[in-house]
């Protein structure tokens, strides 16, 4: 005879996990908007931007515009599902985290400071959602 173990969620700790994704969500949203100017600004007028001539991952600007605005529309969308609490959005919104992390990272040399910060707001956002238990 086996027996299982029940785990019983406080209402507390229940409260602080829909904070965090609500925390994770906001947080999506905002740092969404802030790559849609920021490809926006790079898609028109790209003399705003700091030229690196000796920089091993060298893009065209505007076409790096365009994969910013991109990235922050999906960014936007997503966090909407967040915001809904529905189950793929958790997932999507960790991979999309992860993927603006790293089109920040590249584009350091040509907006250094802000592209620091926004990869410090998408790790908040994977960190909040992957510190949250799953629904059951």
Same mark, same amino acid.
């Given at each position: 005879?086996?027996?299982?173990?029940?785990?019983?969620?406080?209402?507390?700790?229940?409260?602080?996990?829909? *904070?965090?994704?609500?925390?994770?969500?906001?947080?999506?949203?905002?740092?969404?908007?802030? #790559?849609?100017?920021?490809?926006?600004?790079?898609?028109a007028n790209d003399d705003v931007y700091v030229s690196t001539p000796n920089y091993v991952f060298k893009? #065209?600007?505007?076409? =790096?515009?365009?994969?910013?605005?991109?990235? *922050?529309?999906?960014?936007?969308?997503?966090?909407?599902?967040?915001?809904?609490?529905?189950? =793929?959005?958790?997932?999507?919104?960790?991979?999309?985290? *992860?993927?603006?992390?790293?089109?920040?990272?590249?584009?350091?040399?040509?907006?250094?400071? =802000?592209?620091?910060t926004l990869i410090a707001l998408y790790a908040f956002v994977i960190w909040a959602l992957c510190t949250?238990?799953? #629904?059951?």
């Amino acid at each position: 005879m086996t027996t299982g173990t029940m785990h019983h969620h406080s209402a507390r700790s229940e409260g602080a996990a829909g *904070g965090l994704v609500t925390f994770a969500g906001v947080m999506l949203f905002i740092a969404g908007i802030l #790559d849609l100017f920021r490809g926006i600004m790079a898609i028109a007028n790209d003399d705003v931007y700091v030229s690196t001539p000796n920089y091993v991952f060298k893009f #065209d600007l505007t076409s =790096w515009g365009w994969i910013q605005l991109v990235l *922050g529309v999906i960014a936007m969308a997503v966090s909407a599902g967040l915001f809904s609490r529905a189950p =793929w959005a958790r997932v999507v919104a960790v991979g999309i985290a *992860g993927l603006l992390i790293i089109a920040n990272f590249l584009s350091i040399p040509y907006y250094p400071v =802000w592209s620091l910060t926004l990869i410090a707001l998408y790790a908040f956002v994977i960190w909040a959602l992957c510190t949250v238990p799953r #629904d059951r």
